[in-house]
């Protein structure tokens, strides 16, 4: 295998996955692959920064021979304990079992409860500093994000941010950087890895993202552990987090529906008819045979959503149950709703759906719709002026 210089003397070790289509215990799903990234800096001491996912040990270890003798590696840095950047940590360490490995007092912890090694550990925390020769690296503590013992790895005199899951994507690519690969599924998958995994954690992410600026470090490179290296513009996903950390939205909708017979997905594409006609952008889910993730993805930036299921049981049908119970956990801010539903002789869907809503907290902004039976045409007629109003509250 070539090497693979990301700067002089700092080389992308990593492994692609370019099969994996599912992850964090099937929630999120990675129709583009992911990779699993690891960074080797070669100085008078030699770094490894963060491994990859287990079943990916031996690629990880013949890139790392082609750069140098893994027995020569000084220090392993392990920004995040999560299995899929730590779990060639018992192989590496087999092969450089004096190496010292750094990372934060929860990753301490962490690493010891995942693989029982008996490690040389350094505990470093936010302004530690570890001088490898030309270059130094320099800790930066970043709790919950995305988990306790999570933190960033910076390089002042090369301008390098390594901040593991920060800045990521799940997206297998033969190129390594932004520039060199397709800018809109780049950003699409960056934005779908916020939506899904980071979204809940907005304030925390500003926060730190807050704390970096004052700080007034210089980045002109971010190498992430998932996906694709920043070089270009490194600005663009950091404002683009900044962004999605604020909960900024856009006056688009997002219909997400769950049909027995049709009528509901009649009620769902009538209304839609309207919010369109208004100049609004529409995306339209049934969520029985939707991807969530793709979902999720379409409301992260959008002002507003419509949600809708016909009447089982007197309840709303269990895969829109089973989405919002999921989208109550990523606790979405400034955003309007409304609920729709068909019923036979019952409709008490739309009343579970609106408590879910809120719950998550959406805010419900006008009336719901429901519809006994099939909806006739003064009842689509109804659909549709429902439509038209939901569409001046968007705008």
């Not at 029982?116 to 270059?135: C, E, I, P, S």
């Not at 579970?352 to 689509?380: C, F, H, W």
Request: charge should be neutral; glycine fraction near 6%; aromatic fraction near 10%.
């Amino acid at each position: 295998m070539a090497k693979l210089e990301i700067k002089k003397g700092i080389y992308w070790v990593g492994a692609i996955d370019w099969n994996v289509r599912s992850f964090h215990g099937h929630t999120y799903s990675t129709q583009r692959g992911t990779t699993y990234n690891a960074y080797l800096i070669v100085d008078e001491k030699i770094a490894l920064v963060d491994t990859v996912y287990g079943p990916f040990s031996s690629q990880f270890i013949e890139r790392i021979k082609e750069v140098v003798e893994p027995s020569k590696i000084d220090y392993i840095v392990v920004n995040h304990v999560e299995t899929d950047h730590s779990g060639a940590l018992p192989e590496i360490m087999k092969l450089c079992p004096k190496a010292k490995v750094l990372g934060t007092a929860k990753c301490k912890e962490g690493l010891y409860r995942h693989y029982y090694l008996d490690l040389d550990f350094q505990v470093v925390k936010t302004g530690d500093k570890l001088k490898l020769g030309k270059r130094t690296l320099e800790f930066i503590e970043a709790p919950m994000i995305h988990w306790p013992d999570s933190m960033f790895t910076y390089c002042p005199e090369e301008e390098l941010l390594l901040p593991n899951d920060a800045f990521g994507q799940h997206y297998a690519t033969s190129e390594r950087f932004d520039d060199e690969t397709d800018a809109c599924a780049l950003m699409d998958e960056a934005r779908k890895y916020y939506a899904n995994i980071l979204w809940p954690l907005s304030a925390i992410i500003l926060k730190k993202l807050e704390e970096v600026i004052k700080s007034n470090i210089s980045i002109k490179m971010i190498a992430p552990s998932h996906g694709i290296i920043w070089r270009k513009d490194p600005l663009k996903i950091i404002n683009a987090y900044a962004s999605w950390a604020k909960n900024e939205t856009r006056p688009k909708a997002v219909i997400i529906y769950e049909t027995m017979w049709g009528s509901t997905e009649k009620m769902a594409k009538k209304a839609a008819e309207a919010i369109i006609d208004k100049g609004i952008n529409v995306k339209i889910f049934n969520i029985a045979v939707s991807d969530r993730t793709e979902v999720i993805n379409a409301m992260l930036d959008s002002k507003a959503c419509l949600i809708g299921s016909s009447t089982h049981d007197n309840d709303m049908l269990p895969n829109l149950a089973s989405f919002l119970e999921f989208v109550k956990g990523l606790k979405p801010k400034n955003r309007i709703a409304a609920v729709f539903g068909s019923y036979g002789w019952a409709g008490g869907a739309v009343k579970e759906i609106e408590e879910m809503v809120k719950s998550a907290g959406i805010t419900i902004a006008q009336n719901s719709l429901g519809i006994q039976y099939v909806p006739s045409r003064e009842d689509m007629e109804a659909c549709y002026n429902w439509g038209i109003e939901f569409a001046r509250k968007i705008n």
